[in-house]
């Protein structure tokens, strides 16, 4: 089963830059879309971004095109988020997710809490 970690959450001024980090078990890494999800209180998970293996595409919400930036080191088995120009409203739990069985996100990390005040 794969396993993936989250970490880099944390408290930041409006403004502000966070990396987050996944950390992937297993030898198949390179061949996994990813994608990053957020779920703020009392709402529902919403997609942030997301990395094709397959062909590097990157995909964004617009509500973070422009100031997040998905990407991954495969001979890491991580993938990154880069989080720029941070706003309160940005503050959530930040979930990674792999497709490793097929085209659904299967496979989810426990999360790492982002917090943006104002």
């Known amino acids: 089963q794969v396993q993936l970690v989250e970490s880099g959450g944390g408290l930041v001024q409006a403004g502000g830059s966070l990396r987050l980090s996944c950390a992937v078990s297993g030898d198949t890494f390179s061949t996994y879309n990813m994608g990053w999800f957020r779920q703020a209180p009392e709402k529902e998970r919403e997609f942030v971004a997301a990395?094709?293996?397959?062909?590097?595409?990157?995909f964004y919400a617009d509500s973070v095109k422009g100031r997040f930036t998905i990407s991954r080191d495969n001979a890491k088995n991580t993938v990154f988020l880069q989080m720029n120009s941070l706003k309160p409203e940005d503050t959530a739990v930040y979930y990674c997710?792999?497709?490793?069985?097929?085209?659904?996100?299967?496979?989810w990390g426990q999360g790492t809490q982002v917090t943006v005040s104002s």
């Open positions: 990395m094709s293996w397959r062909s590097g595409n990157t």
């Open positions: 997710a792999a497709q490793v069985g097929g085209v659904r996100y299967d496979s």
